[in-house]
């Protein structure tokens, strides 16, 4: 009886606190005209590393403000993956360690932002949750592999944006993200003497605790 009694309070608190959070809104719109509750931008970290031979890559994200601070964010991400053999070949000779030569993948997130200002320029701090899924060719010495892996990465990030009369916006921020491998597999696919070393570093890549985030965007304010 308890638990049912302090989940219909939660319920009530929430909904009552989503409704005060929409009324501002529309008080801030009518005292702002400049506020604008939809973001579309470009991510421009995966849009230019199509500039590389054999890359292509891309993606969006979608904002939405949900009260005066605080905006609801949708991303995407897809990538296909044909790098130039000697290419792949020089690396993983100067380097020592294995490389993606192709494949393909993406990524799809939840997350949330808040602002110190609804409007204009604003410093932001955000979560994000992103599934990501990915299949690849490694190439490491004369051994090939492939990989098959779904992840779930949790991502925290600060930073700054810009935002100009007309609505359109520069957004720069950085932040860590701590992957979770919920399912992955690594095989070796070559005929030639196997290598285990490959497939170890191979593994340590993909379970890789903490990876760096750049947060890059241009987009429109609607």
């Not at 604003?122 to 299949?135: F, T």
């Amino acid at each position: 009886m308890m638990n049912k009694i302090f989940s219909t309070t939660i319920f009530t608190a929430f909904l009552l606190t989503s409704t005060a959070n929409a009324n501002e809104m529309i008080k801030t719109s009518e005292r702002n005209p400049r506020l604008k509750p939809i973001t579309v931008e470009v991510k421009l970290l995966d849009s230019l590393a199509s500039a590389v031979p054999g890359l292509a890559s891309g993606g969006l994200s979608l904002e939405y403000y949900l009260g005066q601070n605080f905006a609801l964010q949708l991303a995407g991400s897809y990538a296909d993956v044909d790098l130039p053999m000697r290419y792949v070949n020089k690396v993983t000779e100067e380097t020592n360690s294995p490389m993606i030569q192709g494949g393909n993948g993406y990524s799809a997130g939840l997350g949330l932002r808040y602002y110190d200002a609804p409007i204009g320029d604003s410093l932001y701090g955000g979560l994000i949750i992103d599934y990501s899924e990915a299949n690849n060719n490694w190439k490491f010495n004369s051994e090939t592999y492939d990989s098959d892996v779904k992840a779930l990465t949790t991502s925290l990030s600060a930073g700054y944006r810009w935002v100009w009369e007309n609505g359109f916006l520069l957004r720069f921020g950085a932040g860590a993200g701590v992957p979770t491998v919920l399912d992955g597999e690594v095989t070796r696919t070559s005929t030639g003497p196997a290598s285990d070393e490959g497939k170890r570093k191979i593994d340590d890549l993909i379970d890789s605790k903490v990876v760096a985030k750049i947060d890059l965007g241009i987009g429109m304010m609607f």
